[in-house]
Structures are given as structure tokens and as C-alpha cells.
């Protein structure tokens, strides 16, 4: 059965540095989305993605991040000029005809 | 401002007992529910849909819907230490399917 996979699984950076986490969605899916997890906490909703565009985002969602599928199979998510508060697990998810959305294995974000 | 309350436990069951998993949301116009299960550091994964009021079952799992309450459930029969993990409740709301999750309820089965 098709997976969503991500890389890497954990990503070092220091304060005010870039990054870009990356997703491969299932390859008949039409919606994405970006989550993400502070430890300890709820899973957030970032933004969801349709007909490679932005179709809503959420106020976690300023203009720090951005999202692009760059090669129409990678979904990626960057984040400039990282903030310690952003240390958290990123998720991809895909959603389904039925809406059910399946996630990635994630990708651990710790800002240094 | 869309919740999903869950109560965060530990819900602690014996092994081979019922575990009953409960979820309320603020949103009338959520109409789809979903029960994932998270185990420590790991991502979330699809356990159960549920989409109309009254009961669906999948194996071992049941999800219980009530849309005049607000209120949502997941029975897990004849438990399994393997079954210890964190349960996450979404409601799924929005033309793009968003999902809103609650904080999840942590379930120890012990053997």
C-alpha cells in the first residue's frame, strides 16, 4: 500500500537559519496538508494545498513558512529564519476521495 | 473557535477489557470524524472514519457518533498491551478538509 514518506526524520538547525522539509505524497492524491506537533501538544493545522496552490492556512501560517511542489510529486515546506518556538514534529498528510487524510512518518524540527 | 476536547488521561484497562474513548467539538459544521492512534514519537495513524450518527464498527474498534451532542467515542474491545498509545480525535471541517484535533487520551492496557 502507498505510504506518504518525508525527509529527513530530523533536522538540526540553528536559530534564524532556513529549512526545508520535504514530503512525497501519494501519487493519485489531489489535497495536502502540513501539520505539526509541539511536544506535548495538539497536533496544529498549518495549510492545505490543492491544484498546486495554497487553499487555506491557518494563523500559525504567517509569512515565515511557505509551500511549493516544486517537480509535481515533492511537496515541500520552508521555513525562514527559524524561531526557537518552531522546534516541534512536521507532518504531511494526503487526503483521499473519502477525506480521509494519512500522514507521514514526519519530520522532527529542532532550532537551536 | 473550533475544539475538540478530549480528556487526557491515562485510561488505564486490563487486558481482554473495553476501552471507551470519548471526544466532544464545538463545531456544528464538522460532519466527519476521525480516531487516530499515536504511539510515542510517531505519527499519527488512521484507525476509524465516521461520518453518520449511531455506530461503526471495524474489527476490534467501534466509533459512535452523536451530531446532537457533539459527541464522539471510540470502544476498543478485548484490549491489547499492544493498544497502549495516545488517542487523537479530529473533526474535519472546511471546503479543504482541515482537520481540528484534540490533545488525545492516552490509553495503558496492561498485561
Known sequence: EPEVTQTPSHQVT???????????????????????QILGQKVEFLVSFYNNEISEKSEIFDDQFSVERPDGS?????????????????????RDRAAEQYFGPGTRLTVT | QKEV???????SVPEG??????????DRGSQSFFWYRQYSGKSPELIMSIY????KEDGR???QLNKAS???????????????????????????????FGKGTMLLVSP
Open chain 2, 52 to 55: 453518520s450518527n449511531g455506530d
Open chain 1, 14 to 36: 540553528q536559530m534564524g537559519q532556513e529549512v526545508i522539509l520535504r514530503c512525497v505524497p501519494i501519487s493519485n492524491h489531489l489535497y495536502f496538508y502540513w501539520y505539526r
Open chain 2, 70 to 100: 457533539q459527541y464522539v467515542s471510540l470502544l476498543i474491545r478485548d484490549s491489547q498491551p499492544s493498544d497502549s498509545a495516545t488517542y487523537l480525535c479530529a473533526a474535519l471541517s472546511g471546503g479543504y478538509s482541515t482537520l481540528t
Open chain 2, 17 to 26: 477489557a473495553i476501552a471507551s474513548l470519548n471526544c466532544t467539538y464545538s
Open chain 2, 5 to 11: 476536547e478530549q480528556n487526557s488521561g491515562p485510561l
Open chain 1, 74 to 94: 515533492n511537496f515541500t515546506l520552508k521555513i525562514r529564519s527559524t524561531k526557537l518556538e518552531d522546534s516541534a514534529m512536521y507532518f504531511c498528510a494526503d
Open chain 2, 61 to 63: 474498534f467501534t466509533a
